[in-house]
């Protein structure tokens, strides 16, 4: 021990660090990575939506575990070329796939900042750890959730749905399932929604050990909303059946047409047959915050819990979710346990409360960063605007396809999800389908725009999710001009159609 103390004194011993050895060259890089990165972005709209890979591209992700060092410089370079080149494409201003946000520059900002502070938000008392509580506390605010409510970020809505998922099973499950497990459930619980359920909720069902048949899909009506009245029969089917109503979800805003339970009702129901209430608001819970559409989310503030996505309707770079709990009594007694490494102390780093006694990660990224930064740059009365603005833009492009006697609306346009169809003169469904499968690969491999698919009960179409800050009308109209471009070209080339990879059996709805 004497003899080390002596050698680092007299620097014998050369400890190692991940700080670079020249501060000043790290500098100068790092100013030209963020000219880069601001030109990156100013300059999306002039760029492909996507483009595929070449093959060379493909092989550089195959390469080995690095042994040897290489410069930073040259590290940065492969990333310019061989990433930044080849992004996913939902920044840009045409990308209308799935669900997703298109990220914003002051977010990416957090991130970085996030990053170099490096705490960690599995609690404790500093700085950060207020902050995501009080990103927590704004999340409650824009659902008109009361102060006393609980919450806490995390990865995305998956994992928010599974949190409040599983407070509801803990709460209604009549045993304390952390200590005896599902197996000592005296009757199996049963879950409730729509048959337009995103699948995470299935994989949540699983996880939780109720297995996916406690999940009862409610048939939808014509507008894709959950029957009410079929709910209510199978309740009481169920009750009679000997199972025990635990929960009932509601969705505000399906993956595949935006459709909004009517939540009202639902929050209703679930008062009168005493379930848990909780809402799927991965898409839709933020148009609370639109003044021209909050109307279409109303009942949301009564639920017992709630599902939001800032990496949705925020645009915070991925990943933040978030999930609130309208008793945070029941929030934390469903995941808190304090082992003895990490008892709370009355003053110092370990004072305050862990975070992660609402969750289950220990360690946890500081999320709240980005989010809180872009919060307080545009204030949220812009946010809610540009909802609106995606709203109206939905509605919109739905104008331009009824306008356009080659293209047909296949379901209700709700808020922003458009799902339509090229005519053609495909006689079968499946080459209709072959038909605009087509037209939407052509559109993705050409760096037009990037939609894609769904089946709307029993009808493949293409569907538009404009959930996106850069879109702008012409963009839409811009959209509309090459489908039926497309759409033309391979009808007269009589294109030999590619049948469909798939067949749309089992598959559910994914954002
Ligand atoms: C996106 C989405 C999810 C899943 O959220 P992630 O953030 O992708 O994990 C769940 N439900 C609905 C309705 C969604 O749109």
């Known amino acids: 021990m004497d003899a080390m103390l002596k050698a680092s004194t007299t620097g014998i011993v050369a400890e190692e660090t991940l700080d670079p050895v020249d501060w000043t060259e790290v500098q100068v890089l790092s100013h030209r990575i963020v000219d880069e990165a601001v030109g990156y972005l100013r300059d999306v709209r002039e760029r492909p939506v ?3 890979m070449p ?6 992700f195959a390469a080995p575990l690095p042994r040897s060092p290489q410069p930073l410089a040259q590290v940065c370079g492969e990333v310019t070329e061989k990433v930044m080149a080849y992004p996913m494409g939902n920044i840009h201003p045409r ?11 002051t977010g990416a900002l957090g991130d970085f900042l996030a990053a170099i ?8 008392n500093h700085a950060a750890a207020l902050m995501d509580s009080q990103v927590v506390d704004w999340c409650k605010q824009m659902m008109g959730f009361p102060q006393s409510a609980s919450g806490t970020l995390v990865s995305g809505g998956s994992m928010a749905n599974i949190i409040g998922l599983t407070v509801a099973r803990n709460t209604k499950a009549g045993i304390d399932v952390r200590e005896h497990g599902v197996a000592a459930i005296d009757k199996p619980l049963r879950f409730y929604g729509s048959d337009q359920l995103h699948s995470c909720h299935r994989k949540a069902m699983e996880a939780l050990g109720l297995g996916n048949q406690a999940l009862r899909r409610i048939p939808t ?3 894709l909303r959950i029957d009410i009245s079929a709910l209510r029969a199978a309740i009481a089917e169920d009750r009679k059946a000997g199972f025990r109503p635990a929960c009932v979800i509601g969705t505000a805003g399906t993956v595949n047409t935006g459709a909004i339970d009517d939540l009202q009702a639902l929050a209703e129901l679930a008062a009168q047959e005493d379930l848990w209430f909780h809402v799927d608001g991965c898409i839709g819970a933020l148009i609370a915050i639109a003044p021209e559409n909050s109307h279409r989310v109303a009942g949301i503030e009564h639920a017992h819990s709630v599902a939001l996505d800032p990496h949705k309707w925020l645009h915070a770079p991925f990943e933040v979710g978030c999930a609130l709990i309208r008793d945070a009594a029941s929030h934390r007694n469903t995941f808190a346990v304090t082992p003895e490494y990490l008892e709370s102390t009355p003053r110092g780093l370990a004072s305050g409360h862990w975070l992660h006694d609402y969750g289950l990660q220990t360690s946890r990224g500081f999320r709240a960063l980005k989010v809180w930064m872009a919060l307080k740059e545009h204030g949220i009365e812009k946010f809610g605007r540009l909802i609106d603005q995606n709203i109206a833009q939905g509605h919109y492009l739905s104008t331009l396809i009824e306008a356009e006697p080659l293209l047909e ?3 209700p346009a709700n808020i922003n999800i458009v799902c339509f169809r090229y005519r053609g003169d495909e006689t079968s469904g499946e080459r209709q389908k072959a038909l605009n499968t087509e037209i939407m690969l052509r559109l993705q491999e050409e760096g037009i725009a990037a939609l894609s698919d769904t089946t709307v009960h029993g009808q493949h179409c293409l569907r538009v999710a404009i959930n996106n800050h850069r879109t702008r009308r012409e963009d839409l109209d811009l959209l509309v001009r090459e489908t039926v471009r497309i759409g033309q ?3 007269r080339a009589g294109v030999a159609l590619p049948s469909p990879l798939v067949g749309e059996g089992g598959r559910e709805a994914a954002g």
Request: hydrophobic residues 45%; charged residues 15%; aromatic residues 18%.
């Open 95 to 105: 990308f209308w796939s799935w669900y997703m946000g298109s990220s914003n520059f």
């Open 50 to 52: 996507w483009q595929d």
């Open 221 to 223: 009506d014509a507008g």
């Open 489 to 491: 070209e391979i009808s």
């Open 117 to 124: 502070q490096g705490s960690n938000l599995g609690g404790g």
């Open 409 to 411: 609306l296949v379901a």
């Open 55 to 60: 093959a060379e591209v493909k092989a550089f």
